[in-house]
């Protein structure tokens, strides 16, 4: 069946679907979660810590949403604040001390754009969050398991590797948010989203992202299995770079450029 990009939105809305914690708990042993930024409080909409995987010791955040009603009002609607932001980078910067690989899951439809956020920091805790993984001395690799919304979510995902799921999407702003903004409309979310290019497969073709994974087995054992096979061969391989952060740095001023590459040929 055919599916407008809309579709794609609601699908990664789903509250049945996985969120963070639940790949933390399915692909992780022994995680043990760190809390606060050390400066205000501690950001329940992102949860981080330290696990193993297959007997590597690794660091793993999450932007967790939670499934029921109650779960999400405490996380927040997975719209993180500064002081998750921050925590996240404590958690990175102590990964780089210890020489342990960073993963990340992102889910959000964007960082909390109240009043207190914003007065604690919002766009500077992002900004910072987006300078200091660039130059991180570990493999970093990030997976939108739902939305990726903005700044909100690129604060996790300056990484070696980024991956989406097949139903996840990735966008400057929500479908909702742009057309309020270009029409003065909601309601036309859906041409906006058809314009944002948020697809898995928009994202793979202008070299935002490496890897579409398969939703077929979502939530199986076996789903979970394949993700940590392919976390396990990914980190293996970036563990042994020696030119890591240049390669971070190349990945990121390639974006788009095969993409535009393809249009000149076109026209």
């Known amino acids: 069946m055919n599916q407008v990009p809309y579709d794609r939105v609601k699908i ?3 509250s049945s679907r996985p969120t963070g914690v639940d790949y933390i708990k399915n692909i992780f042993k022994g995680f043990i979660e760190l809390h ?28 967790e949403k939670g499934h029921t009603a109650k779960e999400r009002a405490a996380r927040n609607f997975g719209a993180p604040g500064p002081e998750g932001y921050r925590k996240a980078l404590r958690l990175m910067k102590q990964a780089e ?12 439809s964007g960082a909390n754009c109240g009043i207190g956020a914003e007065e604690r920091g919002q766009g500077q805790a992002i900004a910072e969050n987006l300078m200091e993984m660039t130059t991180l001395c570990v493999p970093i690799i990030s997976i939108l398991i739902g939305e990726g919304g903005s700044g909100g979510a690129l604060a996790l995902a300056v990484a070696d590797r980024v991956w989406m799921l097949q139903n996840a999407v990735y966008s400057v702003i929500s479908p ?6 270009l029409w003065k409309d909601s309601a036309k979310a859906e041409t906006a989203a058809a ?17 579409i994974i398969s939703e077929n087995d979502i939530g199986t ?13 990914e980190i293996a391989e970036l563990s042994v770079d020696p030119d890591l952060i240049n390669k971070r740095y190349d990945r990121f001023r390639r974006i788009g450029v095969d993409a535009i590459k393809h249009q000149a040929e076109v026209l």
């Open 176 to 181: 909702e948010g742009c057309a309020s903004i």
């Open 36 to 63: 606060g930024d050390r400066r205000f409080s501690d950001d329940p909409a992102i949860v981080g810590g330290l696990a193993v995987l297959n007997g590597i010791p690794a660091t793993v955040i999450a932007i």
């Open 195 to 211: 314009s944002l290019k948020l697809t898995a497969e928009d994202a793979k073709s202008f070299g935002v992202i490496e890897k």
């Open 12 to 14: 990664a809305r789903d």
């Open 221 to 233: 054992v076996d789903f979970y299995d394949r993700i940590r096979a392919l976390l396990l061969e």
């Open 97 to 108: 001390k210890f020489g342990r690989p960073i993963i990340c899951f992102v889910d959000t």
